[in-house]
């Protein structure tokens, strides 16, 4: 599992590692040696400016100094600060730097050598100003190597406290931080290097991190692959409410939700549009809503196990209304867009009625509207997320590049194998179809999430530039059988 460690988790790693017998200098100095080999691998000797800060960072820095100094490449060394303030084992390591401590000047930077970014890490605790940012700042347009995280990174958040470099390669240790995935961050890090520093796994125990970069180790196992004695309604059949006008959304999100393994899927929508649906796509069924109450009994087969409600669905009285007999019927629940957006002034109507195993699906402007108030907008995208799905008891899959997906529980994700190209019209409509597919075979509510939003980005990178959200659905048998292959 790729476990993402909070800073104050990666202390507490640090410490651990410590009192279980690895002394705090060898962590420094196989840091160190570990940014070195990574810059060998990549470089052949070149005039290199390593920047020093204040704290351990630096410490690491000057490690790093003397081994590639060693290794015969040009180093010069320049500290933020004071050699005399330096303490601990920073101040060990400084004390083992053979050449001169120069000011950590803009002019270091002249002639263009490769920059070893070692200023701040975890212990960055306010935004950069005043010397440190003009240091940053002149690393514009170079190459530079961060140590832990581009110096003004935040490793919790992924923001940039005043000023941070663009690397081209981040070294990190043990484990990646939220900020090496989350936007900015992932950007400004450049190609990202998880180093061992003898720091043993079992600190992990210790921990019990509850952040992962999602990917299928967390949930393939749960994958609910078709027995070969199964038959189509032991795979549930999903129901997703169809509107009156933007027809194509839920068109999209029946066959996702078929492709993703559902048994059946019905389209329930307003009798006018049923010519429209039930032309399209000949797997999916189509189910007019003849008069009033008629979603509320439909929906009292047991056997329709799954209900999305949202994509094209209309904003107001009418999609409340069908959220709430599809809660009253207490089926597996994923709302997405209008539904969610039809309770943006009566939030706490909707958030009071959620569980595990209703998936939200907001992208920043819904979750705004439905968390505004609750949560507010201020946090980070996995603080938010993480007090969405606090708040709602529901499973909260907050949309974008970097989507983090929250389960009530506090266990979060952070996706990373979106590509761009799924910025397109009714990429989310598809997701939201996948969710559908795998909660109507019984996935768990968050498991089911962290499937989707997976299988979503890598049907995506299949297809790549100029997909549409037609393609996606039929690039999900390809991705499924790559990964059944895995097992
Ligand atoms: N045993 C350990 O804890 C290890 C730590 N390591 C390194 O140590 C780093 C963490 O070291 P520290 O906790 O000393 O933290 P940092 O070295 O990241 O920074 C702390 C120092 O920066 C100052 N500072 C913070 N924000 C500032 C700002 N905006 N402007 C000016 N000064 C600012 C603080 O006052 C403090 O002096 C890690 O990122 C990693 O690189 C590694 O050597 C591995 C082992
Ligand atoms: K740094």
Redesign the pocket.
């Known amino acids: 599992m790729d476990e993402l460690l909070s800073v104050a988790e990666m202390?507490r790693a640090?410490q651990l590692a410590?009192a279980a017998g690895v002394p705090?200098p060898a962590?420094?100095e196989a840091?160190g040696a570990a940014v070195v080999r990574a810059v060998c691998e990549r470089w052949a000797p070149h005039p290199t400016a390593v920047l020093c800060?204040?704290?351990?960072?630096?410490?690491?820095g000057f490690v790093i100094a003397r081994l590639l100094l060693e290794a015969g490449w040009p180093v010069r060394l320049a500290l933020l600060g004071t050699r005399s303030a330096l303490t601990g084992?920073?101040a060990v390591a400084a004390d083992r730097w053979p050449g001169p401590i120069e000011a950590a000047d803009p002019y270091i930077l002249k002639g263009n050598p490769l920059v070893i970014d070692?200023l701040?890490?975890?212990?960055?605790?306010?935004?950069?100003?005043g010397h440190?940012r003009a240091i940053v700042e002149a690393m514009e347009g170079r190459t530079v190597v961060a140590?832990?995280?581009p110096s003004g990174l935040h490793g919790d958040s992924g923001r940039v406290?005043?000023a941070a470099p663009q690397a081209a390669l981040t070294v990190t240790?043990f484990r990646r931080k939220p900020g090496h995935v989350l936007l900015p961050g992932r950007t400004l890090c450049g190609e990202v290097v998880v180093a061992d520093?003898g720091i043993p796994e079992r600190v992990l125990d210790g921990i019990a991190p509850q952040t992962a970069v999602n990917e299928p180790s967390l949930w393939r196992h749960r994958f609910p692959w078709p027995a070969l004695d199964g038959h189509k309604y032991a795979r549930g059949h999903a129901v997703v409410l169809g509107g009156a006008r933007m027809t194509g959304a839920a068109r999209l999100a029946s066959v996702a939700a078929l492709r993703a393994g559902a048994g059946l899927v019905t389209i329930a929508c307003p009798p006018a549009a049923f010519p429209v649906y039930a032309a399209g796509c000949a797997s999916v069924i189509v189910d007019p809503l003849e008069e009033d109450g008629a979603f509320a009994r439909l929906l009292q087969d047991q056997r329709k196990n799954a209900v999305l409600i949202g994509p094209g669905a209309g904003r107001g009285a009418q999609t409340r209304a069908a959220v709430m007999a599809a809660l009253d019927a207490r089926k597996a629940c994923v709302l997405d867009a209008d539904a969610l957006t039809s309770f943006a002034d009566s939030a706490d109507e909707l958030l009071d009625r959620l569980d595990k195993r209703c998936v939200l699906t907001p992208h920043e402007g819904e979750f705004a509207r439905l968390f505004g108030d609750s949560v507010g907008m201020d946090g980070d995208k996995l603080s938010r997320v993480r007090a969405a799905a606090a708040r709602s008891g529901a499973v909260v899959v907050l949309k974008g590049a970097d989507t983090a997906v929250a389960a009530p529980d506090g266990r979060a994700v952070v996706n990373i194998n979106a590509p761009p190209d799924l910025a397109t019209a009714g990429t989310g409509d598809v997701l939201a179809g996948i969710v559908l597919g795998l909660l109507a075979q019984g996935m768990d509510g968050f498991e089911a999430a962290c499937t989707a939003v997976w299988l979503h980005g890598e049907a995506g990178r299949a297809l790549g530039p100029g997909l549409i959200s037609d393609d996606l659905a039929g690039a999900l048998p390809g991705v499924l059988k790559a990964l059944k292959a895995q097992d």
């Open positions: 202390y640090d410590i705090g962590l420094m840091a800060g204040p704290g351990n960072n630096g410490g690491d084992d920073a070692a701040f890490g975890a212990g960055l605790s306010r935004p950069l100003e440190a140590v832990d995280v406290l005043g240790f520093i």
